[in-house]
């Protein structure tokens, strides 16, 4: 049978692929990695927000290949259903999708003024606007889900929506962004995470740098 891999780009830069290997991590699926030198044509495209890239992450299983991060947390979710990826209940189970699917196709500014990167660190960061617009609404979600459904993770036991927001609480420490208490201490159960731990180590590791991630702006 062949091996299952996981496609994915930059540890320290690449939000995307950070999202889909900790999903991948929580179902309990045993994978192998590709990893796309970040200065692969594509890989860059997809770190610099030039394009769409289709190419990671990539889960390839069995002879099925998903490339679209909700596409792989629902078909993870289908082939490890004790892995909790999605509540059982209905209408949590709704919630958690609507959230991610925020996130999936969300917060541009965001995105675009605070992008990833582990390594770096820059104390008084000025945020515009419209990336502020995104961080209040950001917690708006985590303050909701946290208290309709108790803690410690988003909806109560860790799920794909955990692992969609994972890369904001990087970016948040990256760009040293103050949260009210409660949402600190959600953020620092994400970031202390055994996967969580695993992924800073790889990321710490690389060798590569992109400069335009490298100037504060």
């Known amino acids: 049978m062949p091996r299952t891999t996981l496609t994915l780009s930059s540890k320290n ?3 995307w692929s950070m999202r889909g290997w900790l999903m991948t991590k929580l179902a309990g699926i045993d994978f192998d990695e590709v990893i796309m030198a970040p200065d692969d044509a ?10 769409p890239s289709i190419l990671v992450p990539c889960l390839t299983y069995k002879t099925t290949k998903i490339w679209d991060t909700l596409a792989i947390g ?21 919630h958690c999708r609507s959230v991610c699917g925020e996130m ?23 945020i515009w606007s419209k990336a502020r617009a995104d961080i209040d609404r950001i917690e708006a979600i985590w303050g909701e889900c946290l208290s ?28 040293d962004v103050k949260l009210p208490a409660n949402l600190q201490a959600y953020a620092d159960r994400i970031w202390d995470l055994p996967a969580m ?7 710490l590791a690389e060798k ?3 400069e335009e991630l490298e100037v504060e702006f």
């Open 42 to 51: 594509d890989a860059r495209a997809e770190i610099l927000l030039l394009s």
């Open 197 to 203: 731990q695993e992924w800073r180590e790889a990321a």
């Open 74 to 94: 629902e078909f993870l979710n289908e082939i490890a259903p004790k892995s909790g990826l999605l509540p059982k209940d209905q209408a949590k189970r709704a």
């Open 13 to 15: 830069y690449s939000s």
């Open 208 to 210: 590569e740098e992109i």
């Open 148 to 175: 309709n459904y108790g803690g410690p993770f988003l909806f109560g036991e860790i799920s794909m929506a955990d692992a969609m927001y994972a890369p904001v609480v990087s970016r948040l420490r990256t760009y």
């Open 104 to 126: 999936h196709s969300g917060f541009v500014s965001l995105r675009q003024a605070l992008p990833m990167n582990i390594k770096a660190h820059f104390s008084k960061f000025k």
